[in-house]
């Protein structure tokens, strides 16, 4: 089991920044990937960015530039910093992490966990 909640989300201008922060806690040796998502209301839930175990990092193409994803491993946290916000970024985001599962000795398929998510909004 790993536990993930997120912070750091509010209010910024058009143009502005924040920094979304999540921690993770329990079975954190597990986590093969974590990342980012965002659900706008009255839409589906889309990936924003991940970061696996070996530091590479992936965007949606709407974010590339202007939102790095980075983590410390000792501290179980991985950030997600938005620059040049745009009236089309507000959304919860939520945090997500694949966990390695095993039946017995097998391993499973991962199974992701999710955060309660964090509040944007940009105001133009």
């Known amino acids: 089991q790993v536990q993930l909640v997120e912070s750091g989300g509010g209010n910024v201008q058009a143009g502005g920044s924040l920094r979304l922060s999540c921690a993770a806690s329990g079975s954190t040796n597990l986590i093969t990937a974590t990342g980012w998502y965002r659900q706008a209301p009255g839409k589906q839930r889309d990936f924003v960015a991940a970061?696996?175990?070996?530091?590479?990092?992936s965007y949606v193409d709407s974010v590339k530039g202007r939102f790095t994803i980075s983590r410390d491993s000792g501290q179980n946290m991985v950030y997600l910093q938005m620059n040049s916000l745009k009236p089309e970024d507000p959304a919860v985001y939520s945090c997500?992490?694949?966990?390695?599962?095993?039946?017995?000795?097998?391993?499973?398929?991962?199974?992701?966990?999710w955060g309660r998510g964090t509040q944007v909004t940009v105001s133009s």
């Open positions: 997500n992490a694949d966990v390695l599962t095993f039946q017995g000795d097998t391993a499973l398929p991962p199974t992701a966990f």
């Open positions: 970061i696996n175990r070996s530091g590479t990092s």
